[in-house]
């Protein structure tokens, strides 16, 4: 079982970027998939969530109206629209899949939201 993220990078503010995380060693289909980020000095928080097959959604106030949730089942992938960001939005941001007891993490990717 494996997610890889990717897309992140240095942006100015109000900038967007568009965050990937393919999947592979299981049936992506079949789970809700969520990004999370862990900002500089904070614990890690749940950014948008969006389960599978019927696509229910959920965002984190801070990011409503300017973050999007997406995911491509023939595809194995599932991606994060970021528009309008801010530096409150620097973090690393990881992907997650509810599988087993423990569930599985990407191993990040750094977003910079910086003049």
């Known amino acids: 079982v494996q997610l890889v993220e990717s897309g992140g990078g240095l942006v100015q503010p109000g900038g967007s970027l568009r965050l990937s995380c393919a999947a592979s060693?299981?049936?992506?289909?079949?789970?809700?998939m969520s990004w999370h980020r862990q900002r500089p000095g904070k614990e890690r928080e749940l950014v948008a969530a969006m389960t599978s097959p019927d696509g229910v959604i959920n965002y984190v106030n801070s990011v409503k109206g300017r973050f999007t949730i997406s995911r491509d089942n023939a595809k194995n992938t599932v991606y994060l629209q970021m528009n309008s960001l801010k530096p409150e939005d620097t973090a690393v941001y990881y992907c997650y899949a509810p599988i087993s007891r423990l569930g599985v993490w990407g191993q990040g990717t750094q977003v910079t939201v910086s003049s």
């Open positions: 060693g299981f049936t992506f289909s079949s789970y809700a």
